[in-house]
């Protein structure tokens, strides 16, 4: 779905043309002719994932009455690779919610999983197809630090995940084989082990790659650029909930640094865009990062794709307007790959390029062009950037199936439903 967030109404509108030839070109192509190959493009029909081009599978929408399978946007366009050296909090990043809980993720032994899921590929995967942040719930359990979903601030067996370790240990991975990447992780942190934190991330690795907080911007001045970042090797930022772990362990407390609306079911309510009640409000200027929830308090897989597409846009604007004209740098979803044709990806290359450009997607951008100056595209792109300025490249890769519809969650939301549950909250 076309996204028009700032005031280029007359661009928009163009663009929302071309959008919309695309959409005719591709009925009366797949009518006509078909691809196969690595050939298909968004919105192409396909039947494996091998027909479609790079950075896009061969998925469905049934929420949108989208039962046969179509190419759909599989991966971001990482906007330094187009536009490089600005401040940090001058480009718009993807961020999963609840990066670790994982459809498919082994249980303990014995135990019978009973939780919500939100993503169906791994960390690395995640990373991989351009995602740049991780929301990740830490708990002290069985005598380590764990990632896991809990009643009332407290992890058990059949909520937990895995050691929290292991996702940091991939995170190592991409940094030290990606020179140039940025990670952001923000953690819903429920360690009490002293210094439980700092010994976990220096545990795995990740020291060598900590930005420290006291260079982070405390007055919402702008970030150090990216170029400076990687330069300096601080290409790692942490975020905890927990405020005296920035006096404690050094780790940025998260709401002193970011603006954040309200997350789950008030997140997603149409026309609006309520501040986090932790946040300060989403129009302050004492800080210079902005984190956009946009996922129901309930994740469903075979929803998201129906969320990802129209209702997206139209509250990243609603949330652009909420923050005094301020665009998201973070856009937190759950099953990020689930769309009808291009869904986070293409809104995210809608943010970057007006923010960075002033184009209605990034692909218009011309590195070093005065703001304003767009490349001639008739019909937007919603297939990723190939730009060999990049150092990053991915797989698409479902845990299963991109077209298989999962249903644990809504076993769990059934659940939920009956007031005994309650008993265990």
């Known amino acids: ?43 192409d029909s396909c039947s494996q994932a091998t027909d479609c081009g790079p950075g896009l599978y061969c998925g469905n929408c049934p929420a949108l009455g989208k039962t046969q399978p179509f190419c759909t946007r599989g991966q971001a366009t990482i906007p330094t690779s ?108 429920y360690v009490h082990t002293p210094k439980g934190l700092t010994t ?21 001045e702008d970030w150090p650029t990216v170029n400076e970042m990687v330069q300096a090797n601080h290409r790692l930022l942490v975020f905890t909930s927990v405020a005296s772990k920035e006096a404690e362990e050094g780790i940025a407390y998260q709401w002193k640094y970011i603006l954040e609306n309200e997350a789950g079911d008030p997140g997603v309510k149409p026309g609006s865009c309520p501040n986090r009640k932790e946040s300060r409000p989403l129009n ?34 609603t949330c652009y307007k909420a923050a005094g004209i301020m665009m998201p740098n973070f856009l937190a979803v759950n099953f990020y790959m689930r769309s009808d044709g291009g869904g986070v990806f293409y809104d995210l290359d809608s943010m970057n390029g007006q923010r960075l450009c002033g184009c209605s997607t990034i692909a218009a951008c011309q590195a070093g062009a005065p703001f304003g100056s767009c490349k001639n595209i ?3 792109t919603t297939s990723p950037i190939t730009n060999t300025a990049g150092s990053f490249s991915g797989s698409v890769q479902f845990s299963k199936s991109a077209s298989t519809v999962y249903f644990p969650n809504r076993l769990v939301v059934g659940l939920f439903s009956f007031p005994w549950i309650m008993l265990l909250l």
Not at 19 to 24: G, P, R
Not at 120 to 139: A, H, I, K, S
Request: overall charge negative; aromatic content about 14%; some cysteine.
């Open 1 to 43: 779905m076309l996204a028009c967030f700032a005031d280029h109404l007359g661009l928009c509108r163009a663009t929302a043309i071309g959008y919309l030839f695309l959409l005719l070109f591709s009925f009366f192509i797949s009518i006509s002719t078909s691809c196969s190959n690595g050939n298909c493009q968004v919105l």
């Open 82 to 189: 187009v536009i490089g050296g600005l401040p940090f909090n001058k480009y718009s990043w993807l961020v999963t919610h609840n990066s670790f809980s994982i459809v498919d993720a082994p249980s303990l032994p014995g135990v019978q999983r009973l939780t919500f899921y939100n993503q169906e590929d791994t960390v690395t995967n995640q990373l991989m197809n351009g995602v740049r942040g991780l929301m990740l719930d830490m708990y002290d359990f069985d005598g380590d630090i764990w990632l896991c979903h809990s009643f009332r601030g407290q992890c058990f067996n059949f909520t937990a995940f895995q050691p929290a370790i292991n996702t940091l240990r991939e995170v190592e991975a991409f940094l030290t084989q990606n020179p140039t990447e940025i990670v952001t992780i923000i953690i819903e942190d």
């Open 200 to 220: 976990l991330f220096t545990n795995a690795g990740l020291d060598k790659y900590w930005f420290p907080v006291a260079k982070m911007p405390k007055k919402g």
């Open 284 to 317: 302050s200027k004492s800080a210079s990062l902005f984190l956009m929830n946009y996922f129901p308090t309930f994740p469903v897989e075979d929803e998201a794709c129906k969320e990802h597409s129209a209702l997206l846009a139209d509250m990243i604007g």
């Open 378 to 380: 008739s019909i937007p």
